[in-house]
């Protein structure tokens, strides 16, 4: 049956799929743009609670935002998941290699923010980069910002706080990806990788890897099939994270947060950070709740730190890391990036 | 006796690949033998820079993604018969 698809021509299934695609499309923009007749029907006629009661206010916003959380991030993360299958590591790789510090870097650090960091690729990634001779501080670049850039973090940025912020989250991961990668190059730290590193030397070359051009339906179902992965692995924290961001929204009092995270309190981006290192798994949860507290007060400079850190600095990844990095680097690199996330969110209290 | 192996440190995709190999491997009665390659330093010495791959007779087939079933089939029986 499959083996028989593969003789009619690849156009057709194409233009079938792209169909499906932009039928789902439509859809989505339907529901997306009547979340909030929706909510307010349900909250004010259907359940007949007051506009302006806590509960009501509390409800309206849960029964809004889930939904349009939910679509958001299901929508983008296909649309981000649809671009990486035209990334090609290896191409990549030949392409950073021609360049030098400062170049390389950015080239570097762009590429992290459309990778996802894993046990999967970022490790034999960090391989293959030192294999071919790039430097150490180029690799770094890509190492920072990949586990900084979180395509779920952005998306909920996207949804919670509109796109100045989420660009702002893009450019100042990539931003201190390239500082950070700068700095960590000078500081001539080969010593402290794992010396297996250095040895390894690829005897075979990739033969099959020169694979034909995946199709746009082979595209579709691959993002499709991550998407699914991304989202069902989140959901939940999303749900319970609005769920919190609803109670603040409604019961908790405007300035409130003002005095311990608020412009003028110099110790809160510090206090952010360190407070979001041992943050991880609740990442996807973590952002309804900060962005609820931005509604009462807390600055955007010392909420976009919590939220970096959170999302960058994390046992797991740490975990990760050690497979090729010694413990000297890895406590470098992770004074480095958080000394980074500091300065940026000082840097946006000043700015905002 | 057609030789295959999944490279990946552990992470869920690596696991599902070997599953994947396996049932297509097993309902396409092709022989095999399958071998997981879990350091890094082995991965590495592929070429591969995103796992899950799939290796058969010493040739990377995929890499960083779960190859369709029917895919998987039709390497094995290239090269099985070969």
Known sequence: ?352 | MLQVKVLGSGCPNCQRLERETRAALDEAGIGYELVKVTEFADIAAYGVMSTPALVMNEEVLSSGRIPKHDQIVSWAHERASA
């Open chain 1, 1 to 352: 049956m499959a083996t028989n698809t593969q003789h009619f021509p690849k156009i057709n299934t194409d233009r079938r799929a792209f169909l499906l695609v932009g039928l789902l499309a439509l859809v989505w923009g339907i529901l997306y743009n009547n979340l909030q007749p929706i909510a307010d029907w349900l909250t004010y006629t259907l359940l007949g609670l007051s506009r302006e009661s806590a509960v009501g206010q509390s409800l309206n916003f849960f029964i809004y935002d889930v939904p349009k959380i939910l679509l958001l991030l299901t929508g983008m993360i296909f649309l981000i998941t649809l671009a990486q299958t035209f990334i090609n590591t290896e191409r990549v790789r030949a392409v950073v290699e021609k360049r030098g510090a400062g170049v390389g870097n950015v080239m570097a650090s762009l590429f992290g923010a459309i990778t996802p960091f894993c046990s999967c690729s970022s490790v034999p990634l960090f391989i293959g980069f030192v294999q071919a001779g790039i430097p150490l501080g180029i690799t770094f670049s890509f190492l920072i910002t990949s586990p900084i850039m979180n395509e779920v973090a952005f998306v909920l940025l996207l949804g919670l706080f509109g796109w100045q912020v989420a660009l702002m989250y893009l450019v100042s991961g990539v931003v201190i990806g390239v500082v950070a990668g700068m700095i960590l190059g000078r500081l001539k730290l080969e010593r402290y990788v794992e010396e297996f590193v250095f040895q390894v030397r690829a005897n075979r070359v990739a033969v099959g890897l020169i694979e034909e051009k995946p199709t746009w339906l082979e595209r579709f179902e691959e993002a499709a099939e991550k998407t699914r992965e991304i989202v069902g692995k989140v959901w939940l924290f999303v749900i319970i994270g609005i769920g919190i961001g609803a109670f603040i929204h409604g019961f908790i009092p405007e300035d409130a947060l003002t005095g311990i995270m608020g412009q003028d309190t110099w110790w809160s981006v510090p206090a952010a950070v360190l407070l979001g290192i041992p943050l991880y798994s609740n990442a996807a949860g973590v952002i309804p709740i900060v962005s609820a507290m931005l509604g009462k007060g807390a600055a955007l400079g010392t909420v976009l730190a919590f939220m970096m850190s959170v999302v960058a600095l994390s046992l797991p990844e740490m975990i990760i890391l050690r497979k090729v990095l010694k413990p000297r680097l890895i406590a470098i690199f992770i004074g480095v990036v958080a000394l980074s996330i500091v300065v940026t969110g000082y840097l946006f209290n000043l700015v905002v």
